[in-house]
């Protein structure tokens, strides 16, 4: 499934709970493992014996990191210090390492997330065409020794963008050997007639009324589709006004443990790219979302 995976660290706590899911993506696949770091210097407050230090002290961190995978992983390992801006420097490293997966904590301190999803974690997601592996850290917790994937969240609006997350999906439930539950969100319209008309609220609700059967005949066969592969699936429509609300909801129902989505469709799911629900789902839930931009949007 995968073969290369490139992990993002700034020397924070926060930062190697993306280390503890990458690792136990390393078990279950195979795939060998390129430790990242970026230093960017700050404009104004930077001097050379600092920069030096820094860099130093960096790959040192790493060195240690790569030792102990060393020992817990029959894989190689790699560790790489950058410097410059962060995203490019990433994305770069990526290319160059011909990395099919990144795997990032939304947040930490120092230089790989100083500005939170907002900057790095969003620009990985707005640049690279790769899988982007977005772990949110709980605040005071360690991150899991070997985390499992038993319940696996797949976001679907009924269009092809949407559904070409599937091979991932799939692939991650064949891995470990985990549920899948499709989920459709059907927007339920703040007002389809006219207020003024009679029986507005019962032409409101025939109309999300079809929507909702016609959503729930297409995810079903989308489901039956991958149950023909041999894995367990189930599939549910909801209907909610705000697509992210719904998916973050059935993610806590479910207590599932990874979401996996495309950043952008059309319809329901995400009418603006990655701005509304995508970014929801990622800002909102605690669970980690697997994503990727389609070939198409690149």
Not at 8 to 28: C, H, P
Not at 163 to 175: C, H, K, P, Q, W
Not at 255 to 277: C, E
Request: charged content about 25%; glycine content about 6%.
């Amino acid at each position: 499934m995968f073969s290369k995976v490139l992990v993002t660290l700034d020397g924070s706590s926060f930062s190697e709970w993306a280390l503890s899911y990458a690792a136990a993506l390393s078990r279950r696949c195979g795939a060998s493992i390129e430790l990242a770091s970026v230093h960017e210097a700050v404009s104004g407050f930077a001097y050379e014996e600092w920069e030096a230090a820094a860099v130093e002290w960096t790959e040192e961190y790493l060195r240690r990191i790569q030792a102990r995978l060393d020992n817990e992983l029959d894989v190689p390992v790699g560790a790489w210090v950058g410097s410059g801006p962060v995203v490019e420097a990433i994305l770069s490293r990526a290319e160059a390492v011909d990395a099919d997966l990144v795997v990032s904590a939304t947040h930490g301190r120092g230089a790989i997330s100083r500005a939170g999803l907002g900057s790095v974690a969003d620009a990985l997601l707005r640049h690279s065409d790769r899988p982007l592996l977005l772990v949110r850290p709980e605040k005071g917790e360690p991150a899991p020794e070997n985390p499992g994937l038993d319940r696996i969240v797949v976001p679907l609006d009924g269009s092809d963008f949407s559904e070409s997350i599937l091979d991932l999906a799939v692939g991650m439930a064949r891995a470990f050997d985990a549920e899948l539950h499709l989920v459709r969100v059907v927007a339920y319209p703040v007002e389809i007639a006219s207020p003024y008309l009679p029986h507005t609220v019962q032409m409101n609700q025939t109309v999300v009324d079809q929507a909702r059967i016609a959503a729930e005949e297409e995810l079903a066969q989308v489901a039956e589709r991958i149950a023909e592969e041999g894995l367990t699936v189930e599939s549910k429509v909801v209907v909610d006004s705000q697509a992210g609300h719904a998916i973050c909801a059935e993610c806590q129902e479910l207590n599932a443990d990874l979401v996996v989505m495309a950043t952008h469709g059309r319809g329901g799911l995400s009418r603006t790219l990655l701005g509304s629900t995508a970014d929801k789902v990622i800002r909102s839930a605690h669970t980690p979302v697997l994503v990727r931009r389609p070939a198409e949007a690149t």
